[in-house]
């Protein structure tokens, strides 16, 4: 098993990590649509959701560093321009959003009021709490 990229094919280092973001994104996913019947309390399940978002951003930032220090495996030679372009916009748009989408909840939590904490570590709170604006709904 070799860790890095060759020109082939992807290193057991970027499966690793291609693995460990889209297990935890889907696994957001269904947090978000299952908020209400998780066992154990919103409370919870929303703490280990912030957790995990801000963990998918550090992996992120990992892969990134990664997919620099690592070629990465050529398209196949019978694509045509309009696939090769379509296959890298849709990489690119794909980081944009595993970047955007935990930066986003970080500062709706951040301009609610609420701390971050990450298993069990506040970190410094994006924006400063923004009067009337809550995370809950009005009624």
């Known amino acids: 098993m070799h860790w890095k990229n060759s020109a082939e ?15 935890s994104i889907l696994a957001m996913v269904a947090m978000g649509f299952l908020f209400e ?63 955007a989408m935990p930066i986003i909840g970080w500062a709706m939590s951040s301009a609610a009021g609420y701390p971050v904490l990450v298993w069990g570590i506040e970190i410094p709170a994006l924006v400063e709490g923004v009067a009337g604006y809550t995370l809950t709904p009005k009624g």
């Open 37 to 99: 019947e998780l066992p154990g309390g919103q409370r919870a399940w929303i703490s280990f959701h912030k957790s995990l978002g801000i963990t998918i951003l550090a992996l992120v930032w990992v892969r990134i560093a990664w997919r620099l220090m690592n070629p990465v495996p050529a398209l196949p030679s019978g694509m045509a321009w309009f696939e090769r372009l379509g296959a890298h916009a849709s990489h690119l748009l794909l980081y944009v959003l595993m970047i």
């Open 9 to 23: 094919r992807y290193g057991a280092g970027a499966k690793l990590l291609h693995w460990l973001i889209g297990l």
